[in-house]
């Protein structure tokens, strides 16, 4: 069964300061891994995308990682502001085939930024 | 471009009740996805629609969840007898059917979502 699984589950963190947030999966087969941004009330939209080549990739103050041999991802936010606060979705996807694919999602991170 | 619409936002119903939420994807998005987000949790599929075909259904209660998707466009998330573990949000969510390996293929774009009230 393919799993999705996030950690910590929640994060407080003053603002300016960095954190990272973890993401395990066992996908099969693997096709490309998202970290998704959800603020409170709306729906979650894409921050980065990677696929199985891929070992990091940036998209301003994020940065997502990616090991495929240990099938681990990260997303670091560097300075953190207020507009952070937000849940962080990890989605993997599995092709399976025709263009098609079947994402798994975590359950989530919940980031707070205190001023 | 239009983004994924859905409605209504938000619903109040009692128990037993009916409810139905309706969504348009972006214009040329072959996959239709339904989600049911519980306070706290990430999404959890119900449905995956490709075109008006169902990939994946195994996760929607179909003792009382319905969804259609006619014309293989818009879509139909339906709920009857609605019990009170139904509250949560439904978001809607399309992508391109791409090709494989290609770059940004599979995004999701997800609507705002129909958050429901089951008393």
């Known amino acids: 069964k393919n799993q999705v699984e996030q950690s910590p589950q929640s994060l407080i963190i003053l603002e300016g300061k960095n954190c990272t947030l973890q993401c395990n999966y066992t996908v099969s087969p693997f096709s490309n891994l998202r970290w998704y941004k959800q603020d409170t009330g709306r729906g979650p939209v894409s921050l980065t995308i990677?696929?199985?080549?891929?070992n990091t990739k940036s998209n301003g103050r994020y940065t997502a990682t990616l090991d495929a041999d240990t099938k681990q991802s990260s997303l670091h936010i560097t300075a953190s502001q207020l507009s952070d606060s937000a849940s962080y979705i990890c989605?993997?996807?599995?092709?399976?085939?025709?263009?098609?694919?079947?994402?798994?999602f975590g359950r989530g991170t919940s980031l707070i930024v205190h001023p | 471009e239009a983004g994924v619409a859905q409605s209504p936002r938000y619903k109040i119903i009692e128990k037993r009740q009916s409810v139905a939420f309706w969504c348009n994807p972006i214009?040329?998005?072959?996959?239709l996805y339904w989600y049911q987000q519980i306070l706290g949790q990430g999404p959890k599929l119900l449905i995956q629609f490709q075109n008006n075909g169902v990939v994946d259904d195994s996760q929607l209660p179909k003792d009382r969840f319905s969804a259609e998707r006619l014309k293989g466009v818009d879509s139909t998330l339906k709920i009857q007898p609605a019990k009170l573990e139904d509250s949560a949000v439904y978001l809607c969510a399309s992508s391109l059917r791409g090709l494989a390996g290609a770059p940004n293929t599979g995004e999701l774009f997800f609507g705002e979502g129909s958050r429901l009230t089951v008393l």
């Open positions: 214009s040329g998005h072959a996959t």
């Open positions: 990677m696929t199985f080549s891929e």
């Open positions: 989605v993997v996807s599995a092709g399976v085939g025709g263009g098609s694919y079947i994402p798994t």
